[in-house]
């Protein structure tokens, strides 16, 4: 018997000892959760295990009663797990996660969580024609941005310009926020509230409220006319879009002069212009602050007999008078294009182009176009900012229909921008010159980049409930000084551009020894020896979009931008 008793003995401590081993060899690194940004009342949690191994699972005990296990997946050798439930009211709530290996529960967390809820509010803002303090009949959205700043519990959180906003309010119960205008166009006056102050006050998670800010317009004796452009060209087509603003109070007269390129002749236009002479388009119209001017410009393919992908075409654009206007660089616009092989309507292009010096402000334009067969009801974009930008330095610029803007943060440190249109209701591509829009915003690149640093950026447009459309990718690198000046008479040329399958580079091998060719976040994606004048590189398995050819060698280095098609 003592024998027996021996053995259970050292069976239990082995049992006991594997268990602890166990234990340490797999446990939580780390959990964390979230309000979810719709408001509904779902709250994540993110689990991370030191070690992964097929089988593991972790359960989580919620504190409402609901207990989720949930299978936990490889994330470069760690285990990683995503859970959520549902909180229904607020409260403090107790959340428990176990880490389950091998049937083993071997490690565990405990997390308490105030769930306080969250609640959306909408601030847009309007001309009240009849001033009853009331948006209704009669009454016009506003089209330029407002300064706004918001205060939650007297501390200030943010400021945006914005001509009309999404917010997310976070606090239990009872807390207050408040939005304060804080700049206005000229001649612009704040009547409902007589404050410029619109005051929430949580009352209960998962709501959403909608306020305005009435406004009135009092005539100055000055103005400020602006145009902003979008081109697209293919070898059988091209568009030209120009909207026209005012943003100060008083209207104005203007006379709007395109210039096209000789290259290309005018085909039709909408509204139909006052005069057309040759290649110079001239319309004559008034534009109010609150309504802004929107034209159109098409190139029909008997007109294009001889562009080949790869031409230059130049447009420039005059708006006029100048004489009372109170920024004149805005007036003028001149645009150097190149014709592309495929073109979608839905397009995206930034100003200035290329390379920049570190903390230029960049301008986006986002052009969209209904080309199906039924009215767009509902657009909204999302536009991923790069992490090379800074977030708050974000400026609306100008729009075409009523907007409202949000700045969404994501994975700790990122930022997507998201433009609504509600009830927009744009017609579809049978209403020529009626089926498009624009939204143009300025955004500060980060003063600190170093040399070299690309700063990519796109957006996907959402009509209704169809698909993403994707737009073009466009692209600024932080420029590089060159640190050995590169001979006049070295000839480079790589070809086609844009490219399907085969890149060429053309160039002197005794100058340049090797290519790189790197994608937009600057990593290398092709790396090769230049061993003779002409090097073919094969690019057919890279994905489409932007790329870099940098040569490098003793006498300096040189880098070309070409197309994956």
């Not at 030209?240 to 203007?254: L, P, Q, R």
């Not at 089926?435 to 996907?460: F, H, W």
Request: aromatic content about 10%.
């Amino acid at each position: 018997m003592k024998k027996i008793y021996l053995f259970l003995t050292i069976l239990t401590a082995m049992l006991a000892s594997s268990s602890r081993i166990s234990a340490q060899l797999y446990h939580i690194t780390g959990a964390a959760e979230s309000v979810d940004t719709s408001c509904n009342g779902h709250v994540g949690a993110h689990v991370m295990t030191n070690t992964y191994t097929v089988g593991q699972a972790i359960e989580i005990s919620w504190g409402n009663a609901t207990v989720d296990t949930v299978n936990v997946t490889n994330m470069a050798g760690q285990g990683n797990a995503q859970g959520s439930t549902i909180y229904t009211s607020v409260g403090a709530y107790t959340i428990k996660y176990v880490l389950i290996n091998a049937g083993q529960r071997v490690d565990s967390q405990t997390h308490n969580f105030n769930y306080n809820g969250c609640q959306h509010i909408s601030i847009s803002s309007y001309n009240d024609i009849n001033n009853n303090c009331v948006f209704d009949a009669g009454d016009i959205p506003n089209y330029f941005p407002l300064t706004i700043e918001i205060d939650s519990s007297n501390v200030v959180i943010d400021t945006v310009d914005a001509c009309g906003l999404y917010f997310i309010h976070y606090g239990p119960p009872g807390t207050i926020y408040t939005y304060k205008i804080i700049a206005t166009p000229p001649g612009i006056t704040v009547t409902c509230p007589l404050s410029g102050i619109i005051y929430d006050t949580v009352n209960a998670p998962n709501q959403h409220a909608h306020k305005y800010f009435a406004l009135n317009c009092a005539p100055v004796p000055a103005y400020d006319l602006a145009e902003h452009v979008s081109i697209g060209i293919k070898p059988t087509w091209a568009y030209i879009n120009i909207h026209v603003t005012n943003t100060d109070c008083n209207g104005a007269n203007a006379t709007l002069v395109a210039n096209l390129s000789p290259k290309i002749a005018f085909s039709g236009a909408y509204p139909a212009p006052t005069t057309v002479v040759g290649n110079t388009v001239t319309w004559n119209f008034g534009v109010a602050a609150y309504i802004p001017q929107y034209v159109t410009l098409a190139v029909d393919t008997p007109f294009i007999p001889s562009l080949t992908v790869g031409d230059t075409l130049q447009y420039s654009f005059y708006l006029t008078p100048t004489a009372g206007d109170t920024n004149v660089s805005n007036n003028t616009v001149i645009r150097v294009d190149t014709v592309k092989a495929a073109w979608d309507p839905n397009y995206k292009n930034v100003s200035p182009q290329g390379d920049i010096t570190a903390g230029t402000r960049l301008e986006y334009t986002i052009h969209f176009q209904n080309t199906g067969n039924d009215t767009a009801r509902n657009i909204h974009i999302l536009d991923t900012l790069s992490d090379n930008v800074t977030p708050n330095t974000f400026n609306l610029v100008s729009t075409t229909a009523d907007v409202y803007t949000e700045l969404i943060k994501y994975g700790g440190s990122h930022y997507i921008l998201k433009f609504d249109f509600p009830n927009i209701n744009l017609p579809d591509s049978s209403h020529h010159g009626h089926d498009a829009g624009m939204v143009v915003y300025n955004i500060q690149s980060k003063p600190t980049l170093p040399p070299g640093t690309y700063i990519p950026n796109r957006a996907g447009i959402y009509f209704d409930v169809n698909p993403v459309v994707m737009t073009n990718q466009v692209v600024n690198k932080i420029h590089v000084p060159e640190k050995v000046e590169i001979l006049n008479s070295t000839k480079i040329a790589v070809f086609p551009n844009p490219v399907n399958d085969l890149l060429t580079i053309t160039t002197d091998m005794s100058t340049y020894s090797t290519i790189e060719i790197t994608n937009t976040l600057g990593q290398i994606v092709l790396k090769q020896s230049i061993k003779q004048n002409n090097t073919k590189i094969n690019v057919k398995t890279l994905p489409a979009g932007i790329y870099f050819a940098n040569l490098k060698g003793e006498m300096g280095n040189k880098t070309i931008k070409f197309e994956k098609l």
